[in-house]
């Protein structure tokens, strides 16, 4: 959950992006890439110094961080807070890229599964597990994309990695007997790195059904969820953003500085710890001014980033 404020990023904070930049919550539309939707913040926001935290895929609808100007540097540490998602899991159906987008590669009639034998499995997955991305997915092997490896021909097997599942919860089951299959509705809670595609894939197998991901809607990342987004319909009509400083608040543990360690930090000096071990701590200065994310090493902080002079 997140450790900052607990204060809501605010919805249309400002209608221009100052010099420091800030955050746009986009609710992300289904068709589109994350690098579609930078694109065109790019155009409102009238820079190129755009990117986005936790890359949705193109089926997939929600919160999508766009950080514009020297928020982009908070962009990294942003993405790497727990998520979210309302997903729709289809058993019956394995593809070959482990959601609808993908060819269907077995069909194993799952209409008759037990509701209770799926919320069994469902607990595999719940907690600390271990989970092998998706063949198509952005990880690079020896700098090439895996999904560039697997649409080439190339049988690609990524290495396991833990990742933490919070809550895995069934909300529906539809069965349909025309097509053979189960679907599941879920809402997940889980840490950076997780793929919802994954847990489908894997959910499917430990029910010797297969299973894909039919639809995803990220609902939340960190301090920020639905209610502070807006689509892009809305920003094109005014183009708002949450600013650097109100997004590190509402983020991230708050560190406030005098004036002198404010001055010292911008220059690079490091400062004594701030006793928050793992977790990145937003520095403010006297004024109110975000001037760095620090992170503990032993009996100093550092800063991982700095967002003055």
Same mark, same amino acid.
């Given at each position: 959950?997140?450790?900052?404020?607990?204060?809501?990023?605010?919805?249309?904070?400002?209608?221009?992006?100052?010099?420091?930049?800030?955050?746009?919550?986009?609710?992300?539309?289904?068709?589109?890439?994350?690098?579609?939707?930078?694109?065109?913040?790019?155009?409102?926001?009238?820079?190129?110094?755009?990117?986005?935290?936790?890359?949705?895929?193109?089926?997939?609808?929600?919160?999508?961080?766009?950080?514009?100007? =020297? *928020?982009?540097?908070?962009?990294?540490?942003? %993405? /790497? #807070?727990?998520?979210?998602? &309302? $997903?729709?899991? !289809?058993?019956?159906?394995?593809?070959?890229?482990?959601?609808?987008?993908?060819?269907?590669?077995?069909?194993?009639?799952?209409?008759?599964?037990?509701?209770?034998?799926?919320?069994?499995?469902?607990?595999?997955?719940?907690?600390?597990?271990?989970?092998?991305?998706?063949?198509?997915?952005?990880?690079?092997?020896?700098?090439?994309?895996?999904?560039?490896?697997?649409?080439?021909?190339?049988?690609?097997?990524?290495?396991?990695?833990?990742?933490?599942?919070?809550?895995?919860?069934?909300?529906?089951?539809?069965?349909?007997?025309?097509?053979?299959?189960?679907?599941?509705?879920?809402?997940?809670?889980?840490?950076?790195?997780?793929?919802? =595609? *994954?847990?489908?894939?894997?959910?499917?197998? %430990? /029910? #010797?059904?297969?299973?894909? &991901? $039919?639809?995803? !809607?990220?609902?939340?990342?960190?301090?920020?969820?639905?209610?502070?987004?807006?689509?892009?319909?809305?920003?094109?009509?005014?183009?708002?953003?949450?600013?650097?400083?109100?997004?590190?608040?509402?983020?991230?543990?708050?560190?406030?500085?005098?004036?002198?360690?404010?001055?010292?930090?911008?220059?690079?000096?490091?400062?004594?710890?701030?006793?928050?071990?793992?977790?990145?701590?937003?520095?403010?200065?006297?004024?109110?001014?975000?001037?760095?994310?620090?992170?503990?090493?032993?009996?100093?902080?550092?800063?991982?980033?700095?967002?003055?002079?």
């Amino acid at each position: 959950m997140p450790t900052g404020s607990g204060e809501p990023a605010q919805r249309g904070a400002v209608v221009a992006p100052p010099q420091r930049g800030g955050v746009v919550v986009v609710d992300k539309p289904t068709g589109l890439t994350s690098h579609d939707v930078v694109a065109r913040v790019r155009r409102l926001a009238g820079t190129r110094r755009v990117g986005h935290a936790g890359t949705l895929d193109p089926m997939a609808t929600g919160v999508l961080l766009v950080g514009v100007g =020297r *928020a982009t540097r908070l962009l990294g540490h942003l %993405a /790497l #807070r727990d998520k979210d998602y &309302l $997903a729709t899991m !289809r058993l019956g159906v394995l593809t070959s890229t482990d959601d609808a987008q993908g060819e269907p590669l077995t069909h194993t009639p799952a209409d008759q599964l037990v509701a209770a034998d799926v919320v069994a499995a469902m607990k595999i997955f719940t907690g600390e597990i271990e989970q092998r991305p998706p063949a198509v997915s952005a990880i690079k092997i020896d700098g090439v994309r895996a999904y560039t490896r697997a649409r080439s021909g190339e049988d690609v097997v990524l290495a396991l990695r833990s990742v933490t599942v919070s809550r895995f919860e069934a909300t529906d089951f539809r069965p349909d007997a025309e097509l053979g299959v189960l679907d599941v509705d879920v809402e997940v809670t889980c840490s950076s790195g997780t793929y919802i =595609r *994954a847990i489908a894939r894997d959910l499917g197998t %430990a /029910l #010797r059904v297969g299973g894909h &991901l $039919a639809a995803l !809607r990220r609902t939340r990342i960190g301090a920020f969820d639905l209610s502070a987004a807006r689509t892009l319909p809305e920003l094109e009509a005014e183009f708002t953003l949450t600013p650097l400083d109100l997004v590190a608040a509402s983020a991230f543990v708050r560190r406030d500085l005098d004036a002198d360690q404010a001055l010292a930090l911008s220059h690079g000096a490091k400062l004594s710890a701030s006793g928050i071990d793992g977790e990145p701590v937003a520095a403010f200065g006297p004024g109110g001014a975000l001037v760095a994310l620090l992170e503990d090493r032993g009996d100093v902080a550092r800063a991982l980033a700095v967002f003055v002079g």
